[in-house]
């Protein structure tokens, strides 16, 4: 993940002794010289108790004094937290309990949550059948459906937009175990926000908006902006929930200016790449108020933008364009394995057709490969 590599580089930059892990040898972030040691533990989605043995293995040969989960990892760490903290007391897991994570993880659960908190969300319904979906779909002209527990721009339906048509009605089945969230297609300008948190208090902020995406998904240009109702939304949210970790949200903004909220991803995003390491660290280790990332601030990841060049030769004007002026990601002075390294990782992708039988030509396949293997979709954690 390009925050996950963001962090290393954070943490490794501020002195820290930083021990990598991931679930394949070539990711990214284990490359860099931000992380002192690096190490693959079992899939935590697939192998969930070989994992969580490994990452016991790993704190005490290490001597680990943080657990910072980068991506879905956390809701399988958070079902053993007491696990985890046996024996060992200085331990920090920054993140919630398993069910506070849950509150918000369930897109449905999340718009009621929403709801309650007297935030804006867009109308919606839930369909849990067939039956319901196809129904539910009437409700509006302009319409757009998602998995309870999708991710990343992926297991999404809409019949308006660039994403209109990409995908059929007819392969889509919700359950009650995996209902579909239909809303009205609302217009207006994606925006994403980032923040760690102590104890329910926000101490770094971040909004962002990425004025270039891949295949119309996930962002690979990120730029800060000003938004003090974004500020507003974590600070509630954190409070209410007595937040401890890293959260992140998307909104989408009408007009009128007004933040509906889309989803909560309970980890971090991008933002993070648009505060210094000074910032971070201190906001982990040493928070001492309130910061929040001015705007004007642009992080690329540069490999990715290539490559929207090179498939789509017409864009060069608007990508060259939108990350004009931007630092990389992956890469940073001294430190450029890991760019080498998320072009090398791109080994995962087979891994992931391997395992899933994916058409090899489905277009979301290089941003489902990034987490097959670290998501959660909502099913029992033994």
């Known amino acids: 993940m390009p925050f996950a590599v963001d962090e290393i580089h954070k943490l490794g930059a501020s002195g820290r002794d930083v021990v990598a892990a991931d679930t394949f040898s070539a990711a990214p972030g284990s490359h860099s010289r931000g992380a002192r040691h690096h190490v693959v533990v079992p899939a935590p989605t697939q192998q969930t108790e070989e994992f969580i043995g490994a990452v016991e293995k790993v704190i005490d040969e290490h001597q680990i004094n943080w657990l910072i989960p980068m991506f879905e990892e956390v809701f399988y760490l958070a079902a053993h937290r007491d696990r985890l903290a046996a024996g060992r007391g200085d331990l920090e897991q920054f993140f919630p309990p398993l069910e506070t994570l849950t509150r918000v993880h369930d897109k449905v659960a999340f718009t009621e949550l929403c709801r309650q908190f007297g935030l804006p969300v867009a109308e919606s319904i839930t369909a849990t059948s067939e039956a319901e979906l196809a129904e539910a779909v009437q409700r509006w002209d302009h319409w757009f459906a998602r998995a309870a527990y999708g991710r990343g721009g992926l297991d999404i339906l809409t019949n308006t937009g660039p994403l209109a048509g990409d995908g059929d009605l007819a392969d889509i089945h919700p359950t009650p175990e995996d209902p579909w969230l239909v809303q009205e297609f609302l217009t207006g300008v994606n925006r994403c926000s980032w923040s760690v948190v102590h104890h329910g208090e ?3 902020h971040s909004c962002y908006e990425h004025p270039l995406a891949i295949d119309d998904r996930g962002g690979i240009v990120f730029e800060s902006v000003d938004s003090p109702e974004s500020l507003a939304t974590a600070q509630r949210f954190a409070s ?4 401890h970790g890293q959260i992140s949200f998307d909104y989408l ?31 982990l280790f040493n928070p001492s108020g309130l910061v929040v990332v001015p705007p004007g601030r642009k992080k690329s990841i540069r490999a990715a933008v290539l490559r929207d060049i090179l498939k789509h030769p017409r864009h060069l004007h608007k990508d060259l364009s939108a990350a004009h002026r931007s630092g990389g990601v992956y890469e940073r002075p ?7 390294y998320s072009a090398l990782s791109l080994q995962h992708v087979l891994h992931y057709r391997k395992e899933l039988g994916i058409d090899r030509n489905k277009r979301e396949q290089l941003m489902a490969a990034q987490f097959f293997d670290v998501s959660w979709d909502g099913t029992p954690i033994a």
């Open 253 to 283: 903004v009408t007009d009128d200016g007004v933040h509906h909220m889309v989803e909560c991803n309970p980890r971090p995003t991008a933002g993070c790449t648009l505060a210094t390491d000074e910032e971070f660290d201190t906001a």
């Open 202 to 204: 926000v101490v770094l």
């Open 240 to 243: 209410e929930l007595n937040w």
């Open 334 to 340: 001294g430190d450029a394995l890991p760019l080498l």
